[in-house]
């Protein structure tokens, strides 16, 4: 079983402006949705798939990277 990094979620939902809330939506939404559906078995998700995670991970990385600068 594979939990929800919920300080990741606060961490993304932190950076959300008007500008790239559409994107951290569909974000957000395709990485719960996978630790959801291996946690329900779901035929092809067998394995946690975890490309989702860290497609949201480096964002909010290159995110806080930018904002520095």
Known sequence: MVQLDHRLLHEARR???GANVHRLKEMIFVYVQAVQLHN???P???????????R?????MEERITCRS
Not at 44 to 54: F, R
């Open 56 to 60: 949201l991970r480096r964002y909010i």
């Open 44 to 54: 092809s998700h067998h394995e946690y798939q975890p490309e989702h995670d860290v």
């Open 40 to 42: 329900c078995n779901w």
């Open 15 to 17: 950076l959300m402006t």
